[in-house]
Every structure is written in C-alpha cells, then in structure tokens.
C-alpha cells in the first residue's frame, strides 16, 4: 500500500523560498508519476506541477511556470517542489498524490493516491 507524507511547509514572506518533500512508502516511487496539487480556502483543488513516472514527462501550471520546480530522488523514494519567488497568492495547503503514468496530467480525480497536506502560507 503507498503512503506518501508531505513536509517542508511554512509561513514565508513574499519573494522567499521553500522546498516540500513527499516522501514514500510500500512502494517504488519510481514506478509512479508524481503531482503536487494545493486548495485555498473555498477554492477548489487545483494542479501545481507533476511529473512521469520514470522521470517522464513533466507539467507545470501557467501560475507557477518560472518560479517552482518539480524534482524526484529515487533512492530516497522522495519527490520535491522547490517554490522560488512566492506570493500571498500561494497561500494553500499543498498536497502530492501518485499515479502509475509516465505521461500524467494536473486533473485531481485522475491521482489515486495522496498525502495529507501541508500548509504554506506566504504573508508579511
């Protein structure tokens, strides 16, 4: 059974940075596609980035393309989601899900597997 635990969040000013980690368990992470989603309040959740299995394809939404960067350590079974340059309006909880796909795409109901979130918070 995969598991996956999110970490790294926080309460950041605007323009820093901060790195999530998802890490892995039960399975080969890489053998799974990895997506990074995140919900604000009475938002829907929404896609942020993700990548293949395999390191296969990868796919950034337009909001985040030039500031975050998806990455993933297959020896240590652990996907990251560097932020650069954030805003007030990332402010979320950010959650990683898996899928077995190398050619993924940032729909939420397509991801069978997920974490249980971790919050950032970008406020001065």
């Known amino acids: 059974q995969l598991q996956l635990v999110e970490s790294g969040g926080g309460l950041v000013q605007p323009g820093g940075s901060l790195r999530l980690s998802c890490a892995a368990s039960g399975v080969t992470l890489a053998n799974y596609a990895i997506g990074w989603f995140r919900q604000a309040p009475g938002k829907e959740r929404e896609g942020v980035s993700c990548i293949g299995s395999n390191d296969g394809e990868t796919y950034y939404a337009d909001s985040v393309k030039g500031r975050f960067a998806i990455s993933r350590d297959n020896t240590k079974n652990t996907a990251y989601l560097q932020m650069n340059s954030l805003k007030p309006e990332d402010t979320a909880i950010y959650y990683c899900?898996?899928?077995?796909?190398?050619?993924?795409?940032?729909?939420?109901?397509?991801?069978?597997?997920w974490g249980q979130g971790t919050q950032v918070t970008v406020s001065s």
């Open positions: 899900a898996a899928l077995q796909t190398r050619d993924p795409r940032l729909i939420p109901e397509l991801w069978d597997y």
